[in-house]
């Protein structure tokens, strides 16, 4: 197969084109579209970079030009769109790019496989487009859609242009909605990266508000296994919930990675809370797993110890990503966050 996988050199997409060059057997062709923002990185890449079944293209998702040209000469069988802004924060501290490339890229991309009736298109979503989930409810994927954070509301709307193309013009599109994925090569602007680099440097680990918030956890493995299975056994025009089954609430994820790394209790800091904060994310997967036969492989215990080794194991990628742009935007977002 064919697979044309954009925002491939970011932490899943990078997880899915390894996952993919990995595999035996029939091997698949893999041509990855990345703009390289603060997010994506090449060094995610080193293991592929020299397969000859693998292209890197560096361009922008929302360059219909470019876009167009790549989907027609690459024929792909399948576009797996995991090209975002991803980070909450930053949403919230400059909503404009999450809207250009999560809903102008979709569109481009949209069009590009209409145009050149690619045979399938994925487009990777979060359970954050169901907003707060009061207990002991699950979302399934016919629960209302409730944005809470300009990130949300642009995936929320990239999913319903996504289905559109299903309902108006037949196009064999599915949305995947994963929760909270986690694993190495994340970027350190995300709960669990963020917490172990600052304990490996002895500095504060900031808890927003009380640190109730529950989220579901995801082995980034056990989620590219998931998209894979959707693209190979899922039904176009479908929504499919991909969840960790393994909800937390933040501060007790923070002190399993704190005994982990062996540091005290005492870094924790509480900090003003985000605003508009989601308070429980809760998805049921039902659906996949009844339909494709998935479920989640690895036990948070497990994914936990293999992302904090990798974090010690890899000190100069973490030097490299926060380097230049991290610190004035962890500056940015945590200067003036002193607790009421
Ligand atoms: P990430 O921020 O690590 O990577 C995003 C990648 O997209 C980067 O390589 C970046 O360079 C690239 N990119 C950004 N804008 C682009 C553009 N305009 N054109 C081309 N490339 C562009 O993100 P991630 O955590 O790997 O998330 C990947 C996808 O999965 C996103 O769509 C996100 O919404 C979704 N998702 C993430 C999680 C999670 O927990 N991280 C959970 C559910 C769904
Ligand atoms: O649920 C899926 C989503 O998970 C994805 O769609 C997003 O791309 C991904 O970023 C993630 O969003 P969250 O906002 O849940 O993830 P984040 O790692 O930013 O925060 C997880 C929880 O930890 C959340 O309740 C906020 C809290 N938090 C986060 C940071 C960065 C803190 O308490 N302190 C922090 O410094």
Redesign the pocket.
Known sequence: MKFLVTGGAGFIGSAFVRLLLARQGDKAEVVNLDKLTYAGNLENLAAVSNDPCYRFVHGDICDAKLVNSLVAETTPDVIVNFAAE????RSILSPAPVFETNLRGTFTLLEAARTHKTPRFLHVS???VYGSIDPPYEANEDFPLHASSPYSAS?AGSDLLALSYYTTYGMPVMVTR???NYGPYQFP???IP?MVSNALEDKPL???GD?M?I?DWLFVEDHCRAILAVIERGRPGEVYNIGGSRALP?IEVVKRLLAAVGKPESLMQTVKD?PG?DRR?ALSSAKIRRETGWHPRVPFEEGMMATVEWYQSNPEWIAHVKSGEYQSYYHHNYANRAAE
């Open positions: 991803s980070h909450v924060d979060t359970d954050e995936k994963a929760s909270n602007e995300k709960l963020l900031p808890i927003y640190g918030q989220r933040n985000r904060h994310y």
